[in-house]
């Protein structure tokens, strides 16, 4: 259980600093990291920490996938936490 949370831990700090290079990258007009890796951070359990780098930022923001797609991607990720937890 130990390894899981340090996981976690690492994985919604991966997606918020992602978050933020990305929009460091934007405003530069670098190289910019791909929509789906963004959203495949959250998927892998670091929905928190996109949620969080998509508002400290204000990137990704105006994006209905990104508005949506997130808090449905916590919400599922809360769900599945709860049945197992439950089980």
Not at 49 to 62: E, I, S, V
Request: aromatic share 12%; charged share 15%; net charge positive.
């Amino acid at each position: 259980m130990k390894l899981f949370l340090i996981y976690l831990v690492l994985i919604n700090l991966a997606a918020f600093m992602a978050f933020g290079i990305d929009k460091s990258r934007a405003r530069n007009h670098a190289w910019r990291i791909p929509e789906k890796t963004l959203f495949l951070l959250a998927a892998v359990g670091g929905s928190i920490g996109a949620l969080l780098g998509m508002f400290f930022f204000r990137h990704k923001t105006r994006h209905l996938s990104f508005r949506i797609g997130l808090p449905v991607i916590l919400l599922v990720q809360i769900a599945a936490a709860a049945t197992y937890i439950a089980a």
